[in-house]
């Protein structure tokens, strides 16, 4: 499966911006991690096919929204209420193997090529 990515860039704190992944083929699992700089790579949020079961990251939670295009293979993720610390690149990842540890980078088999945001303050 072979996934591209849109949107990023740079945003002043407090704004907004939509970052989108859509896949070539049907996925189970589709969502984002991001690596801020120094740190290690984390989760930030996924959708499943079928049904439409969301998960987050606890620091991104109430500011960010997954949802997804069903018949289109996209997910897209809004950021609200962007704050400097969500300065990352940010990696569109998915899967089509049922999995329920949704939050390990190593359930994923594809892998978008990563995006920037920054967040000024």
């Known amino acids: 499966v072979q996934l591209q990515a849109s949107g990023g860039g740079l945003v002043q704190a407090g704004e907004s911006m939509r970052l989108s992944c859509t896949a070539s083929s049907a996925v189970y699992i589709m969502g984002w991690f991001r690596r801020a700089p120094g740190k290690e790579r984390e989760f930030v949020s996924v959708?499943?096919?079928?049904?439409?079961?969301?998960m987050y990251a606890e620091s991104i939670k109430g500011r960010f929204t997954i949802s997804k295009d069903k018949d289109e293979n996209t997910a897209h993720l809004q950021m609200n209420n962007l704050k400097p610390e969500d300065t990352a690149v940010y990696y569109c990842a998915a899967t089509r193997q049922i999995s329920t540890i949704w939050y390990s980078p190593r359930e994923y088999d594809s892998w978008g090529q990563g995006t920037l945001v920054t967040v000024s303050s």
């Open positions: 959708v499943t096919w079928p049904g439409s079961t969301t």
